[in-house]
Each structure stands twice: as structure tokens, then as C-alpha cells.
């Protein structure tokens, strides 16, 4: 930027004083045209560019900056640089300051902000001059905001895709690598993927290195995947590519790609131990189509029915088994997918004409938008031999004794279990509410419904209401719904009659008919198959179920006490679980307290649990120390109950003596995460926050590198607060 000053007139008369006037003149004139020419310059240039004076006032902007920020020209000679650039602080500018007048010039990106509040990304060119004796920065912005953002994308879709780019200059000998690129080798700069440093990386290196060198003597691309090791724990494989760009048959540069694909080879390798293991089994594997061709088989098929592998990558249904009808097998395909899944015996056929007995497991499988039948065929040619050598009337009485025993000593055991009122151990008001809504509907034959993390009891709240109901002296039967498989749960909830299914040799009593007259505890309701969730409403509704095989209805009459851990609410709105049958188990909701909430209890719990694995351990321990329940009070316990009995128990087994003191068992502070809804105390927090700043010292408190430092502390005020919080170094070593 060039700046003119214009000089004062001689007051000489003379013809030479009139000549220099006349000359002055004539310079001034020119001054004066150079300086317009040098402000319409400066407007009009496709930049922004403005001055700025020490104290960061704006003193001169033209019209493309003005434009950029969107302020008039007068708007702007009131405005300062904290208005435009919104990082800036006074201290960040006096900085910047001293920094362009001492290097006369200087470069750099940063964020400006237009007058509607919008923010975007500019390059800055700064110099420092004066004008009429006034220290100005010159400054000329470029706005980078959108090549920021393709930068941006492209570092993003390598880091996702995990590829890197480079290309060699072999006439410079120099190379330029993308992050990425580096990253794959653990490099810190372009220069360690230079072929002399990235090749020993690899453990084919002969491999490499003859590509390397076909593409700078011969101008041959290169695709290579190989395996390397240096740099890393673990063995990784990372997919090489090069493309030479020649000039007069010389290699001048090379592009090329490094593309981590151990995910990738893995896959393939996971894909094709699978496909061993399945060739490898000795049941016969097929997927068919729905058209009836045979889509793909095991190894297994070919050794077991005789048929080549050429005929059964042709074949269809039809070809395997001559007794297959086409109207036949349309109904099949109805079947499975009303069923998705089921069992069925079958004669198979060979190659030379022979059948033999088979147990088919069908299965609907989708694949690419369609559906495959995957049948899976086991022989079970002895398994009917011997049957056929058992006495089908003594096989008969046999089996009926098993499930009469069964189901007696079942009985025996749910009528035996002797669950009180009392064994509940409470002490906080919090939980008296709950046990207050249990003597609440226990009288009555309402349904009700107890939700509630895991860990927390809901098994004992059941167990109560069915105690202080008028059925206590019939069973309390248990189901829990998570551990059925699917296609038995129908069967243990209702029975069947013999014959009803494959496998049902003689009649089974269900869990519905066990608790007649009594009650029925249907734990982890939320996993109950959607396709079953009909008939347990009418049970629960009519009091009424049909038996698997059986052509009489049963009727029953059940006391229904469901729990879950699930949002059942939530599982409606998704589609996952019955309306109706939601509304018919929430007549009396009954929310279980995690141990959190309730943490007056954890004395009492925990004393509790110290007797019980005391006795059985053949301890001596009798009482918990206080320190040892304070820690156990600043835990959370994500796994409720049951995770504090697992922590005693666990002590009982390490520790010595009468009193459980603290030790490495404990529960670390850390551990124990923050929930929703669930808030701290001030001091809770700042505890907590104090000694995890103690654990990244190594409780040293003092010192440049001391937790006080960290916390912006006097040394004594940090010792105070920690006095005061009853933070002390002995009580966490012993952990």
C-alpha cells in the first residue's frame, strides 16, 4: 500500500520560486491522482481489506469487507476487531500485535463473524505500517470457509474409509502424505513412507519392493495386499496401490493409496472358517429357493445322499425327491412362513434310489430381498431303531412316571420355599412405600405388575404379595420367560398332549394348570414372544387356554403377578409388545427402588449378607467397620442388590478376622456411573471431583504437577477442603 502527503506552497515571488511552485504544483496534482488512484484500487480489489489500530479499532474497511460482514460503511467505523473476529480476546490481540510489528508480516486462519451472527472460516495476510505517524495493521482476508469444508469431508471419508493417500516426486526425492496415510504406519512425517523406510513394514518385503521397482523402471501400476507388523501390536493388513505418471518413457511421479483391510480380511477369514465348519458337519445342509432350485448345500449333502456337486448346483426339489409335488411344496412354503421355524421327520432319498429316516429343522431365512427354506437334515436311523426295540406301552408308562416325578418334586419345592414378609430387609422410608403398595394388593386377586431394574428384589415383592395373599397355601409357581426357549415356552406355560409336536412322547402338565387355585409369577415378561402374548391374555383374561394337541379347553384359576426390567410402554409404542395384554398386567403397577435410591439400606443389607457367606465360609466376621460402610454408601451399585451381596461375598473370601475392614474388593468410586435423573450433593460432587484429580496425581497434592495446581488451588485450601470432605490418602492405598 503506498500513501502520499502533500507538501506546503513557497512564499517566494521570484520566477524560479514561481517555477517551482508551478512545479510543486503540478507534483501535488500528481499526488493527488496517485492517491485516488491508489483508494478506487483498494475499493475496488476482489479482497477484503481493512486497517486496525492498536487498541483494535476499525479505522478504514472497503466495500468487499463490509459487504462480507454485511455492515454499512458506517456501521462499520464504529465497530472494533472483538466484534468481528468472536475468538479474540485483549490479550490475544496485544499478542498479535507485537507479533506484526516485529516480523513486519504474517499469516493465519481464523473465524470472523457477520452481523446476523454467522461464523465462517478466513485466511488473514497481515503488515504493519504507519501512516502520518500512526501505527496501523493492514490486513487482507480471504474466506476459506467452503475449501475448509471439502477438507473437512475429505479427511473425514479417509478416516471412515481408512485410506490414505501420497504421492512421490522421484525427481525432487521428496513425498507428500494425507494423515490418514501416516496413520495406517504409525508415521509421524511424510518421509517415513518413503520406500526405503515403509518397506521393511512389511513381511513380504520382496513383494513390495519388486512392485515399487516395476513402477519407477517400467511405469506398472501396482495392487497389492500385505500384511505388516512393525509399529504395532498386532498384525494388520493394509491393501497397497501405485499409478506412475511418466513423461518420455521416465517415471516422474507416483500416486498411490494405503487402505487398512484387516476388518475386510478378517471377515473373509471369520466367512470361511464358517463355511469349513459347516461343510465339515455332519448333517446335511440345504437352502432352497422358493421356486424349488437348490440355492446352496455342505459338503455333508454330497457324502451322505451320493449326489455330485455338479448335479446339485443344477437340481432342484423336485430331482432330490421324486415324492415332492409342486402343490405340495407351495403349502410347505405356507407353512414356514406362518411358522418361521419348525421340526419335521422325513424320508430323504439317495442317489441310487434308498431312503432312510431324517429329523428336518426348517427355517426362514431372508437373503437379498427374498426368502430361502435353510433345511437342515440329521439322520436319525438309529434313533428309530431303537425305539423301535423299546416296549411302546412300558416307554409310555416310563415317561409319564419321569413327568409325574418331575412335576411333583416341582410342586414340592415352590410349596416348601418359605418366604416371609420379613425376610425383606428395609429400614428406609423410601422403601417402606413399596412395601406399603405390596400389603396393599396382596388381599385382593389383582393383577399386578413389578418393574424394576435387575438386581433389585422383584422376585421377593412376588413372593411377598402371594404370602400375604388368601392363595398362600397353594403354590406360588415361577416362569421366567427370558430362559424358555421359544419354541418350548407355549408348551411349559399351557402343556400338551402326547403326540402334539415331535418329541412329545407322553402328556406334560403346564405351569398355568400347576398354579390353579394359586398364583403364577411370570418373571422377564418383556421377553415373551410376540406371537404368543394372544393366548396369555386370554388366560389371563378368561381364565382359559387350549393344550398344545388337545381338543378341550382348560380352565384354571391363576392369581397373575408379572415383573421386567424393560420400558413396557416403550415396547408398545415400537410394535414389540400387546397393547392389551400391557393395559391387562398394569392394574396395580408396582416400581421396585434400585439399591441407589434407597442407600439407608446398605448397612443392613450388606451386615445381612456378611452373616450368610460368614456361616458358610466358616469366618469369624461379626460386624463392618464404619470406614468400610461409608465407601459402600458413595457407590451407586449399577447392579443393585445383588452386586453388593457379590462384593461380601467376595470379601468374606479374601479378608480375615471379625471385622470386614476395607480392601481391594471394594467398589472403586469411579466405577460407578453417573445416571439420569440422579444428582449429587455439592460436596458429593466436588468429592468426587477432588479425588479423581488425586488419582491422576498419585495424591500428590503440591508442586507444579500436584492436584492443586490442577484445580487452581492454594495448596492449604485443597488440604482444608479435603479435611473437610473427609478425603484421606491412608484410606485409598489400602485399596
Known sequence: MVFFAASKPSQSGSTHADALAGAKTFRMTDLAQRRQASHWLVENLPYDIFWASEDGSIEYANASFCKSLKYSQKEMERLTMFDVNPTLTPEKWTAHWQTVRQKQVDNFKTTHRRKSGEEYMVEVF?????????????????????????????????????????????????????????????????????????????????????????????????????????????????????????S??????????????????????????????IDRATDVIFLWEQSGKLFRFNQSAVRELGFSEALLRRATIFDLDPGITPAWWASHW???????SFTMEWEATRSDGSRFPVEITVNLVPFEGRHLNCAILRNITERKKRELELSHALEEIKELKNQLEIENEYLQEEINLNYRFEDIICGSDS????????????????????????GTGKELLARAIHQLSRRKDKPLIKVNCATLPKELIESELFGHRKGAFTGAVADKTGKFELADHGTIFLDEIGELPLDLQPKLLRAIQEGEFDKLGDTKTTTVDVRIIAATNRDLEKMVRQGQFREDLFYRL??????????????????????????????????????????????????????NIRELENFIERAVIIEQGTTLFPGKWLPSIQASPARPGVFQTFDEAQRAHILQVLFHTKW????????????????????????????????????
Not at 252 to 257: D, R
Not at 258 to 273: C, G, K, M, S
Not at 436 to 449: F, G, I, N, Y
Request: glycine letters at 6%.
Open 586 to 639: 398394569n392394574v396395580f403397577p408396582i416400581h421396585n427402588l434400585p439399591l441407589r435410591e434407597r442407600k439407608e439400606d446398605i448397612p443392613m443389607l450388606a451386615q445381612f449378607f456378611l452373616e450368610k457367606y460368614s456361616t458358610r465360609a466358616g469366618k469369624a466376621f461379626r460386624r463392618i467397620s464404619k470406614k468400610t460402610t461409608d465407601a459402600l454408601m458413595q457407590y451407586d451399585f449399577p447392579g
Open 126 to 246: 497481515a503488515l504493519f505500517f504507519s501512516n502520518n505517524g500512526k501505527n496501523l495493521i493492514c490486513a487482507i482476508v480471504r474466506d476459506i470457509t467452503e475449501s475448509s469444508f471439502y477438507k473437512m469431508v475429505l479427511e473425514e471419508t479417509e478416516k471412515t474409509s481408512l485410506v490414505g493417500g501420497w504421492k512421490w516426486n522421484l525427481q525432487e526425492g521428496t513425498i507428500i502424505a494425507t494423515n490418514q496415510a501416516l496413520c495406517i504406519f504409525d508415521a509421524k512425517q511424510p518421509e517415513d513412507l518413503l520406500p526405503a523406510q515403509v518397506v521393511p513394514r512389511f513381511l513380504e518385503q520382496e513383494k513390495i519392493k519388486d512392485a515399487i521397482r516395476q513402477a519407477v523402471n517400467e511405469g506398472t501400476p501396482y495392487d497389492l495386499t500385505l500384511q505388516i507388523g512393525a509399529g504395532r501390536s498386532e498384525m494388520r493388513w493394509v491393501r497397497c496401490t501405485g499409478h506412475a505418471v511418466t
Open 431 to 454: 422403601y417402606k412405600t413399596v412395601l406399603k403398595k405390596v400389603e396393599q394388593v396382596a388381599p385382593t386377586d389383582s393383577t399386578a405388575l413389578i418393574t424394576g431394574e435387575s
Open 334 to 340: 405356507q407353512d414356514i412362513f406362518l411358522q418361521k
Open 700 to 735: 500428590r497434592v503440591s508442586g507444579e504437577q500436584g492436584a492443586a495446581k490442577i484445580l487452581g488451588l492454594n495448596d492449604k485450601t485443597l488440604f482444608a477442603k479435603m479435611a473437610k470432605l473427609g478425603i484421606r490418602k491412608e484410606d485409598y492405598l489400602k485399596r
Open 248 to 277: 518420455q518413457g521416465r517415471t516422474q511421479k507416483i500416486f498411490g493409496t494405503y487402505q487398512d483391510v484387516t476388518h475386510f480380511i478378517r471377515q473373509e477369514q471369520q466367512l470361511a472358517l464358517g463355511q469349513e465348519v
